[in-house]
């Protein structure tokens, strides 16, 4: 039982190139979404996604693109790096929204110079 | 929108003692508050959760109490153990059915960063 499977774990960047992050989850799960985490912020919503096909803006969506093709998986897209993108990106998946609790994945470590 | 806020940001408790971290919401409509427990390189992880209609939900040495009176909610953890180290975040959203595309999502707190002394 695999949960949520993030790939790469670890990336190093320079400014303006453009990587692709994969989210995996094997629950059947609907909801899907991409957080960043950063020293005394918490977690913040990038985007997610309702369904297949479907993806929405969350608090900080700018510089970031998302896909969900297939239910079981949700990209998020750097087109052009900065280094205020310097995170760690956590996925996480839900049965639906409000009274489930999320599955998370363990992590991408992005670095961008 | 939801804000939720999240103290203290670092506790520190002798292994054996009582951890208290405490939360506050704004959106009087938020009926769900879950825990998350997220250790060193992993992801966080679910620990235990709360729905409005319940005051306090026990969980062996963890325990979660709401006052919707006063829009908070706060984890007790009870003769903690070395391995009770970790960030902890609060949340909250709305219950909403799971039919309900809406965007009731989780609002995190910034989390807690309890330590263990031995």
């Known amino acids: 039982n695999a949960g949520v499977t993030q790939t790469p774990k670890f990336r190093v960047l320079k400014t303006g190139q453009s990587m692709t992050l994969l989210c995996a989850q094997d629950?059947?799960?609907?909801?899907m979404y991409w957080y960043r985490q950063d020293p005394g912020m918490g977690l913040r919503l990038i985007h997610y996604?309702?369904?297949?096909?479907?993806?929405a803006k969350g608090e900080v969506p700018d510089g970031y693109n998302v896909s969900r093709l297939k239910k079981q998986n949700f990209l998020l897209g750097l087109e052009s790096a900065a280094p205020s993108q310097t995170s760690v990106y956590f996925c996480?998946?839900?049965?639906?929204?409000?009274?489930?609790?999320?599955?998370f994945g363990s992590g991408t470590r992005l670095t961008v110079v | 929108g939801e804000n939720v806020e999240q103290h203290p940001s670092t506790l520190s408790v002798q292994e054996g003692d009582s951890a208290v971290i405490k939360c506050t919401y704004s959106?009087?409509?938020?009926?769900?508050f879950p825990w998350y427990k997220q250790e060193l390189g992993k992801g966080p992880q679910l620990i235990i959760d709360?729905?409005?209609?319940?005051g306090e939900k026990k969980d062996q040495r963890i325990a979660v109490t709401l006052n919707k009176t006063a829009k908070h909610f706060s984890l007790h953890i009870t003769e903690t153990q070395p391995e009770d180290s970790a960030v902890y975040f609060c949340?909250?959203?709305?219950?909403?059915?799971?039919?309900?595309?809406?965007?009731?999502?989780?609002?995190f707190g910034t989390g807690t960063r309890l330590t263990i002394i031995p």
């Open positions: 709360i729905r409005s209609n319940v």
């Open positions: 996480a998946s839900s049965p639906g929204t409000g009274g489930y609790g999320y599955t």
């Open positions: 996604s309702v369904g297949e096909g479907t993806t």
């Open positions: 959106d009087s409509a938020s009926n769900y």
């Open positions: 629950m059947n799960h609907e909801y």
């Open positions: 949340a909250a959203s709305r219950l909403v059915p799971i039919s309900n595309f809406g965007n009731e999502k989780l609002t």
